[in-house]
C-alpha cells in the first residue's frame, strides 16, 4: 500500500482539492517513518517543501482510526504568528475530521483555553512560554490533559538548539511526561539544520528511542541572487573603473534627500510595485530604515508602502502587517527582524533584501527562503553599507567586514551545504535555576532530595554535578529564593515568589525592561530606556515626542511628530562560527569572482584585497602597524576570540607588556608592545602548552551574566558557567598550533 492510500480519506480529499499531483519525498518519508516504526523523526528539508503536512498528514490519519482520549499531540513553535498560521491550516484540514485543534499563547482568549481544559482532545498548538505557565498552573491537572498524548511536533527546531530556550523546551517535554505518565514520540522540523545527527540525538534525549532522518535528495534549487555594496556617501567603489559583474542597477532617486543614502535609495527604487522583505539585524535598525523609506515616499510624494516588523511591536502592529503581506492584491514592503525569518506564510513574496551581513548561514537561508514559493526560485538582494574611510586610515579600518561575511555565508552554503551545528555542550545554570524554581513552585513542599531527583534527571542538565547543585540550593536558601520547612522540605521562598509569579517568568530568554509606549488609545508596542518628556522616540516606523512617562507602570505616552531620530531597543549580539571567519580570510586570498557580485561590490573586493595582499594580512596574522602598535586577525568565531583577548590580557599580557589594548569582535584585536612578532608567538605557544584551568580566563571581580537569571546564581557557578560553556578554548588553542607553523 503507498503512503498515499495509506492516509486517511479527509486527508486523501484534502490533497485531490488542492491539485496536488504527487507527494513530497518528506511526506513520503515522513508517513513510512510514522506508521512503520516507533522512531522520533527529524525532518530536514527546504523551506515550503510541506514538513508540516508531511508530519500531520499521518498522524491525523492515526487520531481519524483511533482517536486519543486526551489531547493526542502538541505542536511547539517559537512564535505566536508561526502558531496562527499554522491553527489557520491545520483548523481547515482537521474541521471534517472532528479532530479539535487548539492554540494557546498570552494572544489567546481565555474561553477559547478553557474549551480545551473541559474537553482535551485532538492537536494543541502553544509556543515554550505557554507549555511552561500551563504545567506551572495546571499541574494536577496534566495527567487528565495529556494522559494519551502520543506526539510532540517541534517546528523551526533549529532555533532551539543554541540557547536555553531549546533546553526549557526539552525540560518541559520530560516534565510533561513524567507527569502524564506518557513517552510520545517526537518530530522535529527544520529547513536549516547544521549537524543532523547532532540534533537527532537532543530530539531524543530522555526517550529510550532513536531518532530516524530521512536522506531526502530534491531538485537543485535555483537561486537568484545579488550582492551590492554602498559608501554612505556619494562616491562609490566602482566609479571611473572597469570590471565585470551583474549589470548596473540604478540607483538614483529623484529628489532624494539631500545627504540620501544610496543603499537606502537603491531599496527605494527596487520595491516599487512588488511585494518584499527588507531584513535588518537590530530591532534599532529596523525603525531607522523603516522612518527613511517611508521619508522618501513623502518626499516623491508617492503612497506610504513600508510596514515593519520586529519583536518590541504590539502584536496589532505585527499582525496588521502579516495581514496585509497575505493580501495578493496589496504590493507593499515590510521591514523587518528575525521575527519574519521563521516560516510564517505571508503570501507571494517577489524577493527579499538583507541589509548587511547575518550573523549565520542559517539566518541566511531562513530569510532567502521567504521567498520564492510557487514555483518561483528564492530570490535575495545583498545591500552592504560601509562609510568611506580617510585616506590615513589604520588597516584594520579599511577591510570590508560586511561584505566579507556576506560572501562567506553564501559561498559556505553553496560549497559545502555547511550550516551552523548545535550548540548542546554548555552549563546551563541560569535555566537549571528556572527549571527548580518551576518545579517547586508547581510541586508545593518537597525533600531536597526528590527536588534533585526531578531536577538533575532532566536530560538538558546532563553537564551539572551534584556537588555544583547543591551548591545552587544553598545559595538559593540564602537570598530566600527558596526556604526550608520546620519538616526538612524545601518551597519556594517570599523572594522567589516575586519572580515566579510573575508572568515574565515563563520566558527563560533574557529581556530588557520594557515601557509599552501609548498614542492616544492606540499602543504602538515596547521601548527600552525612554527619553525624558520633550525628546523623540522612533517606534513603529514614524517618529513620536514623548508626553508623559509612567515610571510605576512602565507606560510611555506620546504624540505623532515629523522627524527622524534613532530608535533604541538593547543591545543585539551576534554569534559567528569560526568556519565563517576562515572562509572571511579565504575570500581576501583568492582571486575568484563570484557571480553574484554587482559593480560596487566587485570593486570593494578588489580593494580589500589589494589592501590585504599588500600587507600580508592574510598570510600573518600579526601585522606590524607601524611603531609599537600591532594588530592580530585570528580569523576566530565569537566564542574562541573571546577565549584569545582574554588569554593575551590575562596569561599573556605582563610578558608581552601589552598596552593600549582594544579589540573590535570577532575581527581584529588592536594593541600595543614591546616585543616582536616572534616573541609573541613564542610566549603563546608556551602559556597554552602550561596546565591552566579556564576559570583563570574570568577577570578579577567580574560575574559575568550572559543569561537571563544569573543574577541569582552563585558567582561561582556564574563563572564556571561562563568558563567552561561560553569560552572556546579549544578553538583558541587550535590557532596558536596553527600560528607556529
Not at 522520533?40 to 492515526?62: D, H, M, Q, R, V
Not at 584594520?396 to 559545502?416: D, F, G, H, N, R
Not at 504602538?524 to 525612554?530: A, D, E, Q, W
Not at 559593480?599 to 600587507?615: C, F, H, I, P, Q
Request: glycine share 6%.
Amino acid at each position: 500500500m503507498s503512503i498515499f492510500e495509506r492516509y486517511a480519506p479527509f486527508v486523501q480529499d484534502f490533497i485531490y482539492r488542492n491539485n496536488w499531483q504527487s507527494l513530497r519525498a518528506v511526506q513520503v518519508a515522513a508517513g513510512d517513518a510514522v506508521f512503520n516504526t516507533d522512531d522520533n523523526i527529524l525532518l530536514c528539508a527546504s523551506t515550503a517543501s510541506g514538513k508540516t503536512e508531511a508530519a500531520f498528514f499521518p498522524i491525523l490519519t492515526e487520531f481519524y482510526e483511533n482517536e486519543p482520549s486526551s489531547v493526542g499531540a502538541i505542536y511547539i513553535a517559537p512564535l505566536k504568528a508561526l502558531i496562527n498560521d499554522q491553527f489557520l491550516r491545520l483548523n481547515d484540514l482537521c474541521c471534517e475530521a472532528g479532530i479539535p485543534v487548539w492554540h494557546w499563547h498570552g494572544d489567546v482568549s481565555q474561553s477559547h483555553k478553557s474549551k480545551l481544559l473541559k474537553n482535551p482532545s485532538g492537536i494543541l498548538q502553544i509556543t515554550p512560554e505557554s507549555l511552561e505557565a500551563l504545567l506551572l498552573h495546571k499541574h494536577s491537572h496534566i495527567a487528565r490533559f495529556f494522559g494519551d498524548l502520543r506526539y510532540i511536533v517541534i517546528d523551526e527546531i533549529h532555533s532551539l538548539l543554541r540557547g536555553d530556550r531549546g533546553g526549557q523546551t526539552l525540560c518541559l517535554i520530560e516534565r510533561l511526561s513524567a507527569l502524564a505518565g506518557v513517552n510520545p514520540r517526537r518530530i522535529g522540523l527544520s529547513a536549516t539544520m547544521g549537524d543532523p545527527e547532532k540534533a537527532g540525538e537532543f530530539l531524543s534525549y530522555g526517550t529510550g528511542r532513536k531518532t530516524f532522518i530521512p536522506s531526502l535528495t530534491g531538485e537543485k534549487a535555483k537561486w537568484r541572487l545579488s550582492l551590492e555594496h554602498f559608501y554612505t556617501s556619494d562616491i562609490q567603489a566602482s566609479e571611473g573603473k572597469e570590471q565585470e559583474a551583474l549589470p548596473v542597477l540604478d540607483i538614483k532617486t529623484d529628489t532624494a534627500p539631500e545627504n540620501s543614502d544610496p543603499g537606502m535609495g537603491y531599496i527605494f527604487e527596487h520595491t516599487r510595485g512588488k511585494k518584499c522583505l527588507v531584513f535588518v539585524n537590530s530591532r534599532e535598525e529596523c525603525e531607522a530604515v523603516t522612518t527613511t523609506l517611508r521619508r522618501y515616499c513623502e518626499i516623491k510624494k508617492e503612497p506610504d508602502r513600508f510596514l515593519i516588523h520586529h519583536g518590541n511591536l504590539s502584536a496589532s502592529y505585527r499582525e496588521t502587517a502579516e495581514d496585509i503581506m497575505r493580501d495578493e492584491s496589496e504590493f507593499q514592503t515590510t521591514v523587518t527582524t528575525a521575527t519574519l525569518e521563521l516560516g510564517i506564510d505571508i503570501g507571494k513574496l517577489e524577493r527579499a533584501f538583507q541589509i548587511d551581513a547575518p550573523f549565520t548561514v542559517s539566518s541566511f537561508l531562513q530569510r532567502m527562503g521567504r521567498t520564492g514559493r510557487r514555483d518561483l526560485p528564492p530570490e535575495m538582494w545583498f545591500v552592504i553599507r560601509e562609510e568611506k574611510t580617510e585616506a590615513r586610515a589604520s588597516l584594520p579600518l579599511t577591510v570590508p567586514w560586511k561584505l566579507l561575511q556576506a560572501i562567506s555565508l553564501v559561498q559556505l552554503y553553496i560549497e559545502e551545504k555547511w550550516v551552523e551545528p548545535p550548540k548542546l555542550d554548555r552549563l546551563p545554570f541560569s535555566l537549571l535555576y528556572h527549571q527548580t524554581m518551576a518545579c517547586l513552585a508547581s510541586c508545593g513542599e518537597i525533600s531536597p532530595k526528590e527536588l534533585a531527583s526531578k531536577v538533575l534527571t532532566l536530560s538538558y542538565f546532563h553537564r551539572i554535578s551534584k556537588e555544583d547543585y547543591i551548591t545552587l540550593l544553598r545559595h538559593l536558601i540564602s537570598i530566600n529564593h527558596i526556604e526550608r520547612t520546620e519538616e526538612g522540605g524545601l518551597i519556594v521562598g517570599i523572594a522567589g515568589e516575586r519572580i515566579a509569579n510573575n508572568f515574565k517568568f515563563y520566558a527563560v530568554f533574557k529581556e530588557n525592561e520594557e515601557y509599552t509606549v501609548r498614542s492616544h488609545s492606540e499602543e504602538l508596542g515596547t521601548i527600552v530606556m525612554p527619553p525624558p518628556v520633550g525628546e523623540k522616540i522612533a517606534i513603529a516606523g514614524h517618529v513620536w515626542i514623548v508626553e508623559e512617562v509612567d515610571r510605576k507602570r512602565h507606560l510611555v505616552y506620546c504624540d505623532l511628530v515629523k522627524g527622524q531620530v534613532p530608535a533604541y531597543f538593547g543591545e543585539c549580539p551576534g554569534d559567528i562560527n569560526t568556519k565563517v571567519l576562515k572562509r572571511m580570510r579565504q575570500v581576501l586570498k583568492e582571486e575568484k569572482i563570484y557571480p553574484y557580485l554587482m559593480k560596487n561590490a566587485v570593486a570593494r573586493l578588489d580593494e580589500g584585497r589589494r589592501t590585504a595582499y599588500n600587507s600580508s594580512m592574510t598570510e600573518d596574522f600579526l601585522i606590524n602597524l607601524g611603531g609599537d602598535t600591532w594588530c592580530l586577525f585570528p580569523w576566530l568565531g565569537s566564542y574562541a576570540f573571546l577565549a584569545m583577548e582574554r588569554f593575551i590580557k590575562i596569561r599573556c599580557g605582563e610578558r608581552l607588556g601589552l598596552s593600549s589594548f582594544d579589540s573590535v569582535r570577532p575581527y581584529f584585536i588592536q594593541f600595543r608592545m614591546k616585543r616582536t612578532k616572534e616573541e609573541f608567538f613564542r610566549i603563546l605557544k608556551e602559556e597554552a602548552k602550561k596546565d591552566f584551568s579556564p576559570m583563570e580566563l574570568v577577570y578579577e571581580n567580574e560575574v559575568p551574566y550572559f543569561e537571563k537569571y544569573d543574577e541569582f546564581i552563585p558567582d561561582e557557578l556564574v563563572k564556571k558557567g561562563f568558563a567552561y560553556g561560553i569560552l572556546d578554548i579549544d578553538g583558541m588553542k587550535e590557532f596558536i598550533k596553527e600560528a607556529e607553523k
